[in-house]
T-cell receptor, first 115, second 114 residues
Framework: GAVVSQHPSRVICKSGTSVKIECRSL??????MFWYRQFPKQSLMLMAT?????????EQGVEKDKFLINHASLTLSTLTVTSAHPEDSSFYIC???????????FGPGTRLTVL | AQSVTQPDIHITVSEGASLELRCNYS??????LFWYVQSPGQGLQLLLK??????LVQGIKGFEAEFKRSQSSFNLRKPSVHWSDAAEYFC????????????FGTGTQLKVEL
């Protein structure tokens, strides 16, 4: 149980375009979803926390207008990278949490390359 | 400031040797503690976690970790390493501040020599 999927697993786009990444909890309802980015050889940095039906809470330094997060249902959250630039190239990982469980279940990640 | 430290960036061990990966945290109260493993290009897999109770925690793949309050540490151990254990290992902490937010250490890259 507690499986989280991400789609796509890899995406290559041109500079200036927008890219949407989906995160789904497949066998449970996630009250909270988290979005992380990971640069090569580095740790995971939390970008934002989203709760179903409410606005995402962004970490300091993360541009909310550039990284749009939608959490429309208890099983789906999306991250849209708007007007992507090469510096946005990274590995984006989502996770989903159960209320009161104090544990996050991680998706397999999405490799974004912006040309 | 709250932080998680993994002092060893890289560790190389021979297959069959024992392993210990260090993790220290700095939080006001005892946090929830986790160890994750990440293979190249993959997501994170939970190895084990500590919330309360017995300070020696058993996990998957033969891993264990010991919580030591006096040292603010949660070191990961394995008695005999297998070549397939080569990966990146992350210690993570939930500071119990609400919201289940995790703070990750910088990671330790484990290389296993055959």
């Amino acid at each position: 149980g507690a499986v989280v999927s991400q789609h796509p697993s890899r995406v290559i786009c041109k500079s200036g375009t927008s890219v949407k990444i989906e995160c789904r909890s497949l066998d449970f309802q996630a009250t909270t979803m988290f979005w992380y980015r990971q640069f090569p050889k580095q740790s995971l940095m939390l970008m934002a926390t989203s709760n179903e039906g409410s606005k995402a809470t962004y970490e300091q330094g993360v541009e909310k207008d550039k990284f749009l997060i939608n959490h429309a249902s208890l099983t789906l959250s999306t991250l849209t990278v708007t007007s992507a630039h090469p510096e946005d190239s990274s590995f984006y990982i989502c996770s989903a949490g159960l209320a009161g469980a104090h544990e996050q279940f991680f998706g397999p990640g999405t490799r974004l390359t912006v040309l | 400031a709250q932080s998680v430290t993994q002092p060893d960036i890289h560790i190389t061990v021979s297959e069959g040797a024992s392993l210990e990966l260090r993790c220290n945290y700095s939080y006001g109260a005892t946090p929830y503690l986790f160890w994750y493993v990440q293979s190249p290009g993959q997501g994170l897999q939970l190895l084990l976690k500590y919330f309360s109770g017995d300070t020696l925690v058993q996990g998957i793949k033969g891993f264990e970790a010991e919580f030591k309050r006096s040292q603010s540490s949660f070191n990961l151990r394995k008695p005999s390493v297998h070549w397939s254990d080569a990966a990146e290992y992350f210690c993570a902490v939930d500071g119990r501040g609400g919201g289940n937010k995790l703070t990750f250490g910088t990671g330790t890259q484990l290389k296993v020599e055959l």
